[in-house]
Each structure stands twice: as structure tokens, then as C-alpha cells.
T-cell receptor
């Protein structure tokens, strides 16, 4: 089956810093999403991005489907950005999940 | 717009007791519904999914079962909970594997 790998597993930054999170997947997909899981466990949809580039405020994402990777950019980090960021790809009826990147933003 | 409700938010149950978690979806019909479990500090594991009433697919053999008695209702159950059933359970829906998925707020289950 499809494998999804995220890097780095952990990231600690000072407030105001920029970061890039990566998601590699092992096969072609028609669906890729980025989620943020907040400290209360809620999964928040960030981007639905099977290909191309999208931006939403300080966050942007790029998926290069032909090279099987996606990048999530966070600029001018805030403490509220802390949490775990997941990448998930669609395969048939399922979402295949990466292990996540745990991001800690220090004030 | 579509919304997904999941309850309860937290639950503490003794070993050997039964479990029933409920998930309902509003604003759509015939959704694909999913139950995931997340162990502390880890990614999501797909437990069950359903593409229609009475249709359940199990991804991981375990102590849990799922049912879909109505189009927009998905229930996760257990007859006798184990300590290893502790975790964070999330219900999700999306029209199919190629479209955006949405999640309920989750149930944090602690088996003691």
C-alpha cells in the first residue's frame, strides 16, 4: 500500500520564525490534505491540495504530484501554531496518514 | 454546510464494561463515514469505514465493532473494554477517497 512519510518528526522554533514541513508519498494519489491537530485533539483542515499551490494567511502548501511530495510552509510562527501537523493521502476509500510533525513554538 | 457531531467528548470506563460512541453527520446524504483511533503521540489508525447503511469494513481486527443503522449515523461499540482500547477516537466523513475529509471533535476514552 501507499506509504506516507513526514519530516521532521519534531520541530522547536522561536516565535516569528518560518518553517517548512515535508510529506513524501510512495505512489500517485488524487487526494492530499494537511491537518493541524491542536492541543485539545481537534483536527483542523488546513489544505486540500492534490496538486499545485495554495495559500491561507501565513500558511501555504505546495504539492508536486509527479515527484510525490508536498510541503507546508508556516511563516512568522505564533505560539498558537503549536501542535501536530499531519499529511494524509487518499487511496480508494481511505486516507493514509503520515506520523506527523510535532511543532512547538516558543514565545 | 456539512457538520459532523461526535459524543461524548471524554469518557472513563472500567475494564470489561461496554462502549458506545456515536457520530452523526448533517447536511449531506450517503456519506462515507470512518472511525479512527489515535494513541497518545501517534498518527491515526483507521478502524472501520462505511459506504452505506449496514455496510461496514474493518481494517484492524480487534475488540471493537461498528454499525451504521441510519444513513448519517455511525456507531462504534465494544462489549467488553480492554485497557488497550484507551485512546482518542475520531469520526470522519468524506464523499470518497478523492475528496476533502472532515473530522468530529473526537472522544478521549480512558479505560481504567
Amino acid at each position: 500500500g501507499i506509504q506516507v512519510e513526514q519530516s521532521p518528526p519534531d520541530l522547536i522554533l522561536q516565535e516569528g520564525a518560518n518553517s517548512t514541513l515535508r510529506c513524501n508519498f510512495s505512489d500517485s494519489v488524487n487526494n492530499l490534505q494537511w491537518f493541524h491537530q491542536n492541543p485539545w485533539g481537534q483536527l483542523i483542515n488546513l489544505f486540500y491540495i492534490p496538486s499545485g499551490t495554495k495559500q491561507n494567511g501565513r500558511l501555504s502548501a505546495t504539492t508536486v504530484a509527479t515527484e510525490r511530495y508536498s510541503l507546508l510552509y508556516i511563516s512568522s510562527s505564533q505560539t498558537t501554531d503549536s501542535g501536530v501537523y499531519f499529511c494524509a493521502v487518499g487511496s480508494n476509500y481511505q486516507l493514509i496518514w503520515g506520523a506527523g510533525t510535532k511543532l512547538i513554538i516558543k514565545p | 454546510s456539512q457538520t459532523i457531531h461526535q459524543w461524548p467528548a471524554t469518557l472513563v470506563q472500567p475494564v470489561g464494561s461496554p462502549l458506545s460512541l456515536e457520530c452523526t453527520v448533517e447536511g449531506t446524504s450517503n456519506p462515507n463515514l470512518y472511525w479512527y483511533r489515535q494513541a497518545a503521540g501517534r498518527g491515526l489508525q483507521l478502524l472501520f469505514y462505511s459506504v452505506g447503511i449496514g455496510q461496514i469494513s474493518s481494517e484492524v481486527p480487534q475488540n471493537l465493532s461498528a454499525s451504521r443503522p441510519q444513513d448519517r449515523q455511525f456507531i462504534l461499540s465494544s462489549k467488553k473494554l480492554l485497557l488497550s482500547d484507551s485512546g482518542f477516537y475520531l469520526c470522519a466523513w468524506h464523499p470518497d477517497g478523492d475528496t476533502e475529509a472532515f473530522f468530529g471533535q473526537g472522544t478521549r476514552l480512558t479505560v481504567v
